[in-house]
């Protein structure tokens, strides 16, 4: 996978992405990353200008139009002559859909990205028009530039790219897959300040143990996520069953029919 950032910061996104498992994945070569700094294809020369006043007045200034561009096409014909395709386009604002899970493995898929950090007031929209395949936002507030959502973007997206986790399977068990959170998870000592572990973990029953991990999701989901929950709910409908059975509450009871409904349904739980 390969992370073509056009950016005013190049440092920003190459320091920030240096370290740890993102900085491994790119010595082994797994990631690429290219930030290229929109500054370099001003037509300034002298001052190698790339922003000016917004027409119809305003605070701030604006990133103008053609460095932008240059920069882009510069990037595109390179991808092009090696992959033939265009790559997509992420204008990182806080004007787009709201990133998440979904869009991540959705964009896991490409070979190259493409992505462009504004600054300042944003960036001038006939060049956005031109260029952009998608409008991201990270979140309902307002940095002072796109250089952190694209890093956040990247680290997300590189940990589907197959080798980023040592283990691939745990990005297909963290939060958010099957629109649940992660159950809670514990390592030794069995027993600290008094807290133990939940003996279950320590009986080797692997069934037994998915089980409750099923149920501390759903139950952790319902407490903290709400609006994830409704939309697992409707994706694992409760099945009515005749058998006659102890009265439970109504949320036990729903929980266990799930645990029993995605045993049947084989879910990757
Ligand atoms: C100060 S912001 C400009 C905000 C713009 N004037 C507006 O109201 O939509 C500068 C740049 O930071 C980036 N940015 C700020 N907040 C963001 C967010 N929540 N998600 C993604 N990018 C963001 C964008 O690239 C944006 O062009």
Same mark, same amino acid.
């Given at each position: 996978?390969?992370?073509?950032?056009?950016?005013?910061?190049?440092?920003?996104?190459?320091?920030?992405?240096?370290?740890?498992?993102?900085?491994?994945?790119?010595?082994?070569?797994?990631?690429?990353?290219?930030?290229?700094?929109?500054?370099?294809?001003?037509?300034?020369?002298?001052?190698?200008?790339?922003?000016?006043?917004?027409?119809?007045?305003?605070?701030?200034?604006?990133?103008?139009?053609?460095?932008?561009?240059?920069?882009?096409?510069?990037?595109?014909?390179?991808?092009?002559?090696?992959?033939?395709?265009?790559?997509?386009?992420?204008?990182?604002?806080?004007?787009?859909?709201?990133?998440?899970?979904?869009?991540?493995?959705?964009?896991? %898929?490409?070979?190259?990205?493409?992505? =462009?950090? /504004?600054?300042?007031?944003? &960036? !001038? +929209?006939?060049? *956005? #028009?031109?260029?952009?395949?998608?409008?991201?936002?990270?979140?309902?507030?307002?940095?002072?530039?796109?250089?952190?959502?694209?890093?956040?973007?990247?680290?997300?997206?590189?940990?589907?790219?197959?080798?980023?986790?040592?283990?691939?399977?745990?990005?297909?068990?963290?939060?958010?897959?099957?629109?649940?959170?992660?159950?809670?998870?514990?390592?030794?000592?069995?027993?600290?300040?008094? %807290?133990?572990?939940?003996?279950?973990? =320590?009986? /080797?029953?692997?069934?037994? &143990? !998915? +089980?409750?991990? *099923? #149920?501390?999701?759903?139950?952790?989901?319902?407490?903290?996520?709400?609006?994830?929950?409704?939309?697992?709910?409707?994706?694992?409908?409760?099945?009515?069953?005749?058998?006659?059975?102890?009265?439970?509450?109504?949320?036990?009871?729903?929980?266990?029919?799930?645990?029993?409904?995605?045993?049947?349904?084989?879910?990757?739980?």
């Amino acid at each position: 996978m390969n992370f073509h950032i056009m950016t005013l910061f190049p440092e920003m996104v190459t320091d920030g992405l240096s370290s740890s498992i993102i900085g491994r994945a790119k010595e082994k070569g797994l990631i690429s990353l290219n930030a290229v700094n929109i500054r370099d294809y001003s037509n300034d020369t002298k001052h190698h200008k790339v922003d000016d006043y917004t027409y119809g007045g305003g605070a701030g200034m604006l990133m103008q139009a053609q460095p932008i561009y240059d920069c882009y096409i510069d990037i595109k014909n390179k991808i092009e002559k090696e992959n033939g395709k265009a790559p997509r386009v992420i204008y990182v604002t806080p004007q787009g859909k709201v990133f998440n899970q979904e869009i991540v493995t959705e964009l896991a %898929k490409e070979e190259n990205l493409v992505f =462009l950090c /504004g600054h300042y007031e944003g &960036v !001038d +929209e006939r060049v *956005l #028009e031109e260029i952009v395949t998608d409008y991201i936002s990270i979140g309902d507030y307002v940095l002072t530039g796109g250089e952190l959502p694209a890093m956040v973007m990247i680290d997300a997206i590189s940990r589907f790219v197959p080798g980023v986790l040592n283990n691939d399977e745990s990005a297909m068990t963290d939060s958010f897959n099957n629109n649940l959170l992660e159950y809670p998870q514990y390592s030794r000592p069995e027993e600290w300040m008094g %807290k133990k572990v939940p003996p279950i973990l =320590l009986s /080797g029953d692997h069934k037994k &143990v !998915d +089980e409750w991990r *099923l #149920e501390q999701s759903i139950l952790r989901t319902k407490e903290r996520r709400p609006d994830l929950y409704e939309k697992w709910l409707s994706e694992n409908p409760p099945v009515e069953k005749k058998k006659k059975r102890r009265k439970k509450s109504s949320e036990a009871q729903v929980i266990d029919e799930t645990v029993k409904d995605s045993e049947n349904n084989g879910d990757n739980i």
